[in-house]
């Protein structure tokens, strides 16, 4: 056995976590530029680079932006593939339909961690309740609909952020407790 440890590869969550760390952002560039330019985010980030030879301020906050809607997108996709995957499951029709969301709303616990909300069953035999506790991420196909979810579960002290992800144009509006709460509080009852 060897006690040297091996250096993990890096991952968008590992990317993210060390972008908040107290360095200038050309040499956090430069320490990470290889994976950048060949890991398995460059088709993206590779453009974002091309830029700074061009002069162009903030590229580390449009790095670490491109990695973290490409981290809610893949959580998204797989929400989506496990929805679809328990919807096949239970055999209900209407939900076997493709259908492609306008709209995803995934919430957060902390910059970069998915919240999760306990969904409650119970067993009519023995009367027990189950609790199973799943990601915050919800497709819709209308933007009203996503909103108000995303200000729901907010309100709920699920998590301390929401981003709202128009897949039709791909772009993204976060969404912050304190403005959720003053949306629902605000809000007439009837429209929520």
Known sequence: MSDEK???PMTPKMFLKKAEAKISASAFIEAHREWLLSGELAP??????ARI????????????????????EEDSKKASAKNKAVAKSTNDDSS??????????????DEAT???YPKYSSDEATGEVSVEWKPAVRNFKDA???SRWANKVLFEQVGIFAKIIDNRVKTVETVKRPVAI??????PKGLR
Not at 44 to 49: D, E, F, Q, R, S
Not at 59 to 70: P, R, S, T
Not at 97 to 106: L, P, Q, S
């Open 144 to 146: 009203g609909q996503a």
């Open 44 to 49: 993206i980030t590779a453009p974002i680079l």
């Open 182 to 187: 003053q949306e629902v509080l605000i809000t």
């Open 53 to 72: 030879g061009e002069g162009v301020i903030g590229c580390k906050q449009q790095l670490v932006k491109a990695v973290f809607a490409h981290m809610v």
């Open 6 to 8: 091996k250096p993990r």
């Open 114 to 116: 998915l919240a999760t």
């Open 96 to 109: 076997e339909e493709e259908t492609t969301a306008a709209y995803t709303v995934a919430v957060f616990a």
